[in-house]
């Protein structure tokens, strides 16, 4: 049985993963990270959330999908002892970028290190295209 898969890629490494899948109604982000397209990275960890949000929305956009269609997210950190300290900033930046209180699952994984030693966070959605 094959699946009918809509993908997006982009970056440097397109050839090699895919940002987003849709499945019917259901798309799959893959991690973003608070990296930009140069491959800059921010030293804080809330400016590498944003960095990684901003991502997701052009993923999002790709499939004519905004903000409002995440039903799960989930955030790898490297600390997440540094992440609870900074919680309130971190959630606070997060409603201004949701443009609300975000209406989704979330789970809290911390991690041994991301791909790039200078990452902090990686955020992988799941967004549903129902209205």
Known sequence: ???DKKLYRSGPYADLFSQGVQVKETLYLAGQVGMDQTGAIPDD????????????????AAFDADMDNIVD?????TDVKDCMTQVEALFSERH???????????????????????LKIEIKCVASLVD
Do not use: C, H, R
């Open 73 to 77: 997210e989930t955030w790898f950190v």
């Open 1 to 3: 049985m094959t699946i």
């Open 45 to 60: 960890l809330i400016s590498q959330m944003k960095l990684a949000y901003a991502n997701i929305k052009t993923v999002l």
């Open 96 to 118: 201004l970028i949701y443009g609300k209180a975000p209406e989704v699952a979330q789970t809290l994984v911390q991690v041994g290190a991301l791909v790039d030693p200078a």
